[in-house]
C-alpha cells in the first residue's frame, strides 16, 4: 500500500514539474514571438519614419517624386499590416499605442507632402509628436516583455 501511495506521489510530483518547465517554456517561446514582433514594428515604423524624413530634405529631387517617397512610405515597410500583427498579438495597450504612433507617422507625413506641395506646414511639431508617440510605445513594448518573465 505505501508503494502504491508512494508512487502516486511520485507522478504527482513528476507531472507538476514537467507542467511548471511546460509553462515556463511556453511563457519564454511567446516572449521571443513578442520580442520579435515588437522589433519588426518598430523597425517599419522608423524606416517608414527615415524615407519621409529624406522626402521633406532631398530638395533636389523634383517635387513629384519626393510626394511619392513621403507618400508610398508607410506601405514600402509594411507599416500597417505589422502594426495589426501587433494588436493581434500584443494586449489591447499595445495596440492601442501601436495605433496612436501609425497615427501620428502619417500626420507627419501629410504635413511634408503638404509642404512639398506649397503648403506652410511646419514639419517639427507633427515630427515630434510622432518621436513622443513612438517613444510610449517603445515603453509598453518593454514593460509588456518584462511582464512575460
Do not use: C
Request: aromatic content about 6%; charged content about 30%.
Amino acid at each position: 500500500m505505501s508503494a502504491l501511495i508512494g508512487g502516486g506521489i511520485a507522478v504527482a510530483s513528476g507531472w507538476t514539474v514537467e507542467r511548471s518547465r511546460w509553462k515556463r517554456d511556453e511563457q519564454r517561446h511567446e516572449r521571443d514571438r513578442r520580442t520579435a514582433l515588437y522589433a519588426d514594428y518598430l523597425a517599419a515604423l522608423l524606416s517608414a519614419r527615415e524615407q519621409i524624413w529624406h522626402a521633406s530634405r532631398w530638395h533636389e529631387l523634383p517635387r513629384d517624386e519626393r510626394v511619392a517617397l513621403a507618400r508610398d512610405s508607410l506601405r514600402d515597410f509594411q507599416v500597417h499590416p505589422v502594426r495589426h500583427q501587433v494588436s493581434l498579438v500584443g494586449p489591447p495597450e499595445i495596440g492601442e499605442l501601436s495605433y496612436q504612433a501609425i497615427r501620428r507617422l502619417t500626420a507627419y507625413r501629410d504635413a511634408v507632402i503638404d509642404r512639398a506641395n506649397g503648403g506652410d506646414a511646419e514639419l517639427q511639431p507633427v515630427e515630434d509628436a510622432f518621436n513622443e508617440a513612438r517613444k510610449a510605445l517603445s515603453n509598453g513594448m518593454r514593460a509588456d516583455l518584462a511582464s512575460l518573465r
